[in-house]
């Protein structure tokens, strides 16, 4: 198991000033009143683990997670969100093995696009999401089901439902691997 332990993000969405939330063990959830970020933070975290559609992330472009100013406040032109892992476990992929503790940070520069570093060393935006793949989470992973999804996943086809399975099983990351080797 892939153990997340803290969330950090500056700039992104409403979370202007620099955030860090802890994630301890037994954490069942977030409250707060509507409006106050808590979808934005389960966002944040799909968006560190490699999400490339700006409509999952309630937006029109990719630039939209960027802090985009209120009454007060200008807008920003970065935003960063950086998830903390446990790896004590060795579960993640041999590349980043190594490290008993890893970081993962992607950040955004308007008009610019993304960029993910895993402690500290710049990568693809394919490590991160195979990282997370084999670890059965992921941007899309059945563990984060997001407003409505719920429907969708009752009503799926048996190919999507089998996709999701796939994906409960850590093996997509297998099946995507297998796929860019078959394009080359
Ligand atoms: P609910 O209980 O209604 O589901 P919530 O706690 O999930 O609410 P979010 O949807 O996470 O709330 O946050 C919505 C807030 O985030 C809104 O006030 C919205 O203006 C703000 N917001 C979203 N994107 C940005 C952005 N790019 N810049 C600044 N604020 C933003
Ligand atoms: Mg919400």
Redesign the pocket.
């Known amino acids: 198991m892939v153990h997340f332990t803290k969330l950090r993000l500056v700039g992104f ?2 979370f ?1 000033d620099s955030t860090e939330m802890p994630i301890e063990p037994g954490m069942t959830g977030i409250v ?10 389960v966002e944040a975290l799909r968006w560190v683990m490699g999400e490339t559609s700006a409509k999952r992330m309630r937006g029109g472009e990719m630039d ?7 009454t007060g406040r200008p807008a920003r032109n970065v935003a960063e969100v950086v998830l903390s892992l446990d790896n004590a476990d060795r579960n993640v992929p041999s590349q980043f093995n190594g490290a008993e503790a890893l970081e993962i940070s992607r950040r955004i520069d308007r008009g610019v696009g993304s960029h993910y570093r895993v402690n500290g060393s710049e990568v693809r935006a394919r490590d991160v999401q195979l990282l997370f793949a084999d670890a059965a989470t992921g941007a899309h992973s059945t563990a984060m089901v997001s ?1 409505g999804r719920v429907g969708a996943i009752i009503s799926a086809k048996p190919t999507e439902r089998r996709a999701l399975l796939e994906e409960a099983a850590g093996i997509t990351g297998l099946h995507s691997r297998r796929h860019e080797a078959e394009l080359r």
């Open positions: 969405k409403s202007v707060g009143p509507n409006g106050c970020g808590k979808s934005n933070l939209d997670v960027i802090f985009a100013g209120n407003q």
